[in-house]
């Protein structure tokens, strides 16, 4: 059940946990027209949501969950990519420029046929930790300013955003995520940026 369309929404993180959350937060990605969501391992392991939304791949950023492969009812075999970031202090800027980068590849990744692969097509990207409210808010937030300048011309911008699209208040992503985020977007501007 996509968080938007229930008709309770949850009064608690642990309530909320328990059920399934996906919300789009970028539409009309790539030639294809990619949506981005941001949600919860509860609706990464839902094989009817996914197939609901269109949803062929997941981004599992949270170090502490490990995902089982999925199929879903059409065939498909959700490709799952796993980067494990710590939810809190811990994690240095470099593991979250590759979470970033890794998202941009899957978002911008064809999906070739092969007979040695599992049964696989392109489609809609989830981007989920545990709750879908600091590890993943904070990637996708932080990839929304670097690959979406247009739209998102400073990080707080984009995180404004994600925070809108997901219903989070000041407290998430949490303090340590958004400083990591920061420390990230340095490197990136010393390390990468030629201008």
Not at 66 to 94: A, F, K, M, W, Y
Not at 98 to 122: C, D, E, M, N, T
Not at 150 to 169: K, M, N, Q, T
Request: glycine letters at 8%; one cysteine or more; hydrophobic letters at 40%.
């Amino acid at each position: 059940m996509n968080l938007r369309q229930s008709e309770h929404l949850p009064t608690s993180e642990e309530e909320e946990d328990r059920i399934p959350v996906l919300v789009p937060v970028l539409p009309g990605i790539g030639a294809i027209g990619k949506t981005l969501f941001i949600g919860n391992a509860v609706a990464a392991n839902d094989a009817r949501l996914l197939l609901d939304n269109g949803v062929t791949s997941t981004m599992n950023i949270a170090v502490n969950i490990e995902l089982q492969p999925l199929s879903l009812g059409d065939g498909t075999v959700v490709r799952r990519t796993h980067i494990g970031l710590i939810d809190g202090p811990g994690n240095i800027p470099p593991h979250l420029l590759g979470a970033v980068f890794v998202l941009q590849g899957i978002l911008s990744q064809k999906s070739p046929g092969k007979a040695h692969y599992p049964p696989h097509r392109s489609g809609n990207v989830l981007v989920h930790c545990r709750g879908g409210r600091s590890r993943s808010a904070s990637v996708i937030a932080l990839y929304l300013h670097l690959y979406w300048p247009e739209r998102f011309p400073i990080f707080d911008d984009a995180l404004s955003h994600v925070r809108s699209c997901r219903g989070l208040d000041e407290t998430q992503p949490q303090a340590a995520m958004l400083d990591l985020c920061r420390q990230a977007l340095a490197m990136y501007k010393k390390e990468f940026k030629t201008n």
